[in-house]
């Protein structure tokens, strides 16, 4: 296992991981997950062993890492962009930590061969890395972080560089793979897809600091602050001490993190994500369509809901314009309690 306490990272005039206590259970995959800048790859660097850490402790398999130079810690690092060789062939690359290992050419061959198998590039080895799209890279540069089983895979936003549906293909590859392989991984992203895709539980740093780890699941469906819900996708707030009509609102699900069940809805802090509304013309709200954008499979709304407000809503495709009387259903899976 993987053990960080209070793992703090400072820089002139910056601290960039602050006081930061995480756990990866050997076998499972953890994913940070936070904005630009709130010390993502710091942490990662501490891990690997290269960025000093100012206090606190980083332990693997109950051994204090402090002191522990990087290439002795048994870990592989993946970057963003994969950082593949130019001038070495598809299988050289892969093969480079083997043969820094000091392993021969035939043996290297063969766990090269299972490895492009793993990822999916089977017949690739003679390429160069130029005539591979940005996918293809990618895979290839998994499969040198795979190449001598490293103890543990740290991944730096491993397909962020990548287009939308790539990614979203990649990443169920990536999980795939690093459940086949039994691979423990820390992976961080600012990307939610990915991470959820990827991870079994997920942290949310924000500024440096953990404000929530838990279950992904969980975390996407209950967060414990206004911070991290706006973080993971809920754009809107209401406040207890708001006046707008609250009796269509669903109240907490049982074992939500802050309220109990059944918590009063008209007591608590409540975030919601824009599918918490969706035009249905069996819907209780009413309201009328202020605004519309149309995205890949749907309508983005702002909808003025009697009562309540102007409120991002969803509506399939061909559905209504600006000036339209709608009727809104709650779908309470797009509907968060927060604690006080
Ligand atoms: P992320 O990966 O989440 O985008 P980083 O870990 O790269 O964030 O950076 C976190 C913060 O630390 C940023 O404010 C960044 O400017 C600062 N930082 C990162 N590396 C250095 C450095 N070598 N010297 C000074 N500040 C740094
Ligand atoms: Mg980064």
Same mark, same amino acid.
């Given at each position: 296992m993987l053990e960080l306490d209070d793992v703090t990272v400072t820089f002139p005039g910056a601290t960039a991981v602050d006081r930061v206590g995480l756990r990866v259970e050997e076998g499972s995959v953890l994913a940070v997950l936070g904005p630009s800048g709130c010390g993502k790859s710091t942490l990662l660097r501490a891990v690997a062993g290269l960025e000093p850490i100012s206090s606190g402790s980083i332990r693997?398999?109950?051994?204090?890492?402090?002191?522990?130079?990087?290439?002795?810690?048994?870990?592989?690092?993946?970057?963003?962009?994969?950082?593949?060789?130019?001038?070495?062939?598809?299988a050289d690359n892969i093969g480079y930590p083997l043969r820094l290992r000091g392993q021969g050419r035939r043996q290297r061959a063969g766990?090269?061969?299972?490895?492009?198998?793993?990822?999916?590039?089977?017949?690739?080895?003679?390429?160069?890395?130029?005539?591979?799209?940005?996918?293809?890279?990618?895979?290839?540069? @998994?499969?040198?972080? *795979? =190449?001598? !089983?490293?103890?543990?895979? $740290?991944?730096?936003?491993?397909?962020?560089? +990548?287009?939308?549906? @790539?990614?979203?293909? *990649? =990443?169920? !590859?990536?999980?795939?793979? $690093?459940?086949?392989?039994?691979?423990?991984? +820390?992976?961080?992203?600012?990307?939610?897809?990915? =991470?959820f895709t990827v991870a079994d539980r997920m942290a949310v740093m924000l500024d440096g600091r953990i404000a929530q780890e838990g279950d992904a699941v969980e975390v996407w469906r209950q967060p414990v602050s206004r911070e991290v819900a706006s973080f993971v996708g809920y754009d809107t707030i209401l406040e207890p001490t708001s006046t707008e009509r609250r009796s269509w609102l669903p109240t907490a699900s049982p074992g939500v993190a802050g309220r109990g069940p059944g918590a009063d809805p008209a007591s608590s802090v409540v975030a919601l994500r824009r599918s918490a509304l969706r035009v249905d013309p069996e819907g209780e709200l009413r309201g009328v369509v202020r605004r519309v954008v149309t995205v890949s499979d749907a309508l983005h709304l702002e909808v003025d809901v009697e009562g309540v407000g102007r409120m991002p809503a969803l509506a399939a495709d061909r559905g209504p314009e600006v000036g339209d009387d709608v009727r809104l259903t709650v779908d309470p899976r797009g509907v968060a309690h927060l604690p006080e």
């Open positions: 693997w398999r109950g051994r204090d890492l402090a002191g522990v130079a990087t290439h002795e810690r048994g870990f592989a690092l993946m970057f963003q962009d994969g950082q593949l060789f130019a001038q070495a062939s598809v766990r090269v061969a299972e490895l492009l198998e793993l990822v999916g590039l089977g017949g690739y080895a003679d390429r160069r890395p130029a005539t591979l799209s940005g996918g293809e890279q990618q895979r290839v540069a @998994l499969a040198r972080s *795979l =190449a001598a !089983d490293p103890a543990l895979l $740290l991944l730096d936003e491993p397909l962020s560089s +990548l287009d939308r549906s @790539l990614r979203d293909r *990649l =990443a169920g !590859d990536l999980r795939e793979i $690093l459940t086949t392989t039994g691979t423990t991984a +820390l992976l961080v992203t600012h990307d939610h897809d990915e =991470a």
